[in-house]
Nanobody, 124 residues
Framework: QVQLTESGGGLVQAGGSLKLSCVVS????????MAWFRQAPGKEREFVAA????????KYADSVKGRFTISRDDAKNTVYLQMNSLKPEDTAVYYC?????????????????WGQGTQVTVSS
């Protein structure tokens, strides 16, 4: 069974940085395209960033372009989200997700596997 475990969330001041990690177990990590989504209180879960299974394509939400970077380390079965220049509106629970497809990377419904989430809080 595929399991995803996020870590790295926390409280940070506006303008600061955090790096989230998501470790995948239970299957061959290099087969999976990976993504980060987030959900703020009272809002729907939204796409943040995705990276293709081979690492050669990335996709970002407009709201995080130039500030967030998604990467992967297949040797460690881990996907990362480096978040810089954080804003209070980035406050949310961040989830990693995995799927073997890529064509609809920002579509929440295509992802078969999800982590439990990690809280990111940005204070003003």
């Amino acid at each position: 069974q595929v399991q995803l475990t996020e870590s790295g969330g926390g409280l940070v001041q506006a303008g600061g940085s955090l790096k989230l990690s998501c470790v995948v177990s239970g299957d061959t990590f290099s087969r999976y395209s990976m993504a980060w989504f987030r959900q703020a209180p009272g809002k729907e879960r939204e796409f943040v960033a995705a990276i293709r299974w081979d690492g050669y394509q990335r996709k970002y939400a407009d709201s995080v372009k130039g500030r967030f970077t998604i990467s992967r380390d297949d040797a460690k079965n881990t996907v990362y989200l480096q978040m810089n220049s954080l804003k209070p509106e980035d406050t949310a629970v961040y989830y990693c997700a995995g799927d073997r497809s890529w064509g609809q990377a920002s579509n929440i419904h295509v992802y078969d596997y999800w982590g439990q989430g990690t809280q990111v809080t940005v204070s003003s």
